[in-house]
């Protein structure tokens, strides 16, 4: 099995910054696709940004796209959300996830996920 733990999380005001980091442990061998998926209170959990660990592939989500970098950190199988120009709009519970697959990955059916970290937006 695979352990995956975020950090990083809290309070920003609109317009600041924030990082995000998930880190890997147990059977790491079976991933080969990381990401990140959000859900807001009362809304569906929503694809984010996910990277191909070998090469550093990566796609984001519309919403996110030229604000959000994910990339991989200096470990193995660990990787960063920078978060930048935050809005309102991105508050919510940020989850990792990972899978070997990454078409289960983006569709929300990674075979691992972590316990999630809480991102709030506020003035």
């Known amino acids: 099995q695979v352990q995956l733990v975020e950090s990083g999380g809290g309070l920003v005001q609109p317009g600041g910054s924030l990082r995000l980091s998930c880190a890997a442990s147990g059977s790491v061998f079976s991933i080969y696709h990381m990401g990140w998926f959000r859900q807001a209170p009362g809304k569906q959990r929503e694809w984010v940004a996910a990277?191909?660990?070998?090469?550093?592939?990566?796609n984001y989500a519309d919403s996110v796209k030229g604000r959000f970098t994910i990339s991989r950190d200096n470990a193995e199988n660990a990787v960063s959300l920078q978060m930048n120009s935050l809005k309102s709009e991105d508050t919510g519970v940020y989850y990792c996830?990972?899978?070997?697959?990454?078409?289960?990955?983006?569709?929300?059916?990674?075979?691992?996920w972590g316990q999630g970290t809480q991102v709030t937006v506020s003035s």
């Open positions: 990277i191909t660990l070998r090469g550093g592939r990566t």
């Open positions: 996830n990972a899978d070997s697959d990454y078409s289960d990955l983006r569709a929300g059916a990674a075979d691992y």
